[in-house]
């Protein structure tokens, strides 16, 4: 390692209590140059309750993700997904090995010859949005958040899209208070067999549209802590999850919502689903809503309002006929067209 140099403290950082400051009180390890270590403040450091002396112990302890690749002989793995090019500047990246060999680039090569190896991320507090952050990283493990403290995400669209590999993601310490877009955020999880979301705090979100499309491993998904009174977007939030049997939204807010387009359309192990919470006054699309749902044998929408939505097609197809006559003899404002069988 090259010389250490230690530079003082700017006065703007006194005040500041937040753990979320590696930013500002570190400086970056450039390629080629020293790890510099910063004598900060030490009012600061105690009410941050931390006594380390180099970036790479600060954010392993306090700000870094930890995921684990499954690199391919053929094909590079890449395992962090850059939206531009001056994003690599907000990224530090390097192997969780004996001698934590740093690297600048988001991908492994061939080269690099490691069969089984995790990866320590830590990311710049600049970075407000985690859209598309691990798109199509195919050969991703897990991914744990055990270390990370952040409060200032907005945006989780596309955040694990086509993770098609991924088995397993601990969200201990994630926080999600301030983030208002989820569309697509788990799309393509097809290895996804667990995903507890407990800790998920949901109440600026807006859109959740196709947030779980294609979890086909899924069996189980607990969602009765999600708030979504600010949600106006659920289409295809559970769209071919052909596995989920258990499904809890029993909480779910929907006075907001005006699109339902495919919503749980092809969940076809679902036996039971509780839609008692549902408001539909301001729906205008219901469409495929059901889909083969051909477990369903009962469904209570009877506080369901047909008459404001304008798209009903297919909203039952392919459901069994036990459950489609329940329904209507239950609730006979909705239009024939929502009966018909897609093929």
């Known amino acids: ?37 910063i004598k900060y403040n030490k009012n600061i450091q105690n009410s941050m309750n931390v006594n380390v002396s180099s970036f790479k112990e600060y954010s392993q302890e306090f700000s870094s993700i930890e995921i684990e690749v499954i690199p391919d002989e053929n094909k590079y793995c890449k395992f962090i997904h850059f939206l531009n090019e001056e994003d690599k500047n907000h990224y530090h990246i390097y192997f969780n090995t004996n001698n934590k060999e740093e690297i600048k680039r988001n991908y492994l090569n061939k080269s690099d010859d490691i069969t089984n190896i995790k990866i320590n991320i830590i990311i710049d507090h600049n970075i407000k949005s985690f859209s598309k952050l691990f798109l199509n990283c195919k050969y991703i493990r897990s991914i744990s958040f055990k270390k990370f403290f952040r409060n200032n995400i907005n945006d989780m669209s596309k955040m694990y899209k086509e993770c098609s590999q991924l088995k397993e993601i601990n969200f201990i310490n994630f926080n999600t208070e301030n983030v208002t877009n989820m569309k697509k955020m788990f799309k393509g999880c097809s290895s996804l067999e667990i995903l507890n979301l407990s ?64 919503m749980f359309g092809k969940c076809c192990s679902l036996k039971e689903l509780d839609l008692s919470s549902f408001d539909t006054d301001n729906v205008d699309d219901m469409s ?8 369903l044998k ?37 239009k024939e067209e929502a009966f018909n069988n897609l093929f």
């Open 199 to 262: 800790t998920f705090n949901t109440e600026n979100v807006i859109d959740m549209s196709d947030m779980f499309t294609d979890c086909s491993s899924l069996e189980k998904l607990d969602l009765s802590n999600f708030n979504t009174k600010n949600v106006t977007n659920l289409s295809h939030m559970f769209l071919r999850c052909t596995s989920l049997k258990e499904l809890n939204i029993s909480n779910f807010n929907t006075i907001n919502v005006t699109d339902m387009n495919g």
């Open 288 to 295: 495929y809503m059901f889909l083969e749902c051909s477990s």
């Open 298 to 334: 009962e469904l209570d929408i009877s506080k369901f309002n047909p008459d404001r939505v304008k798209e009903q097609y297919f909203i039952f197809g392919n459901c069994s006929d036990e459950l489609k006559e329940k329904i209507k003899e239950k609730n006979k404002n909705f």
């Open 1 to 37: 390692m090259d010389s250490i140099k230690a530079i003082g403290p700017k006065k703007y950082l006194e005040n500041i209590n937040s753990k979320y400051i590696l930013a500002l009180i570190f400086n970056y390890l450039n390629k080629g140059k020293a790890l510099y270590i």
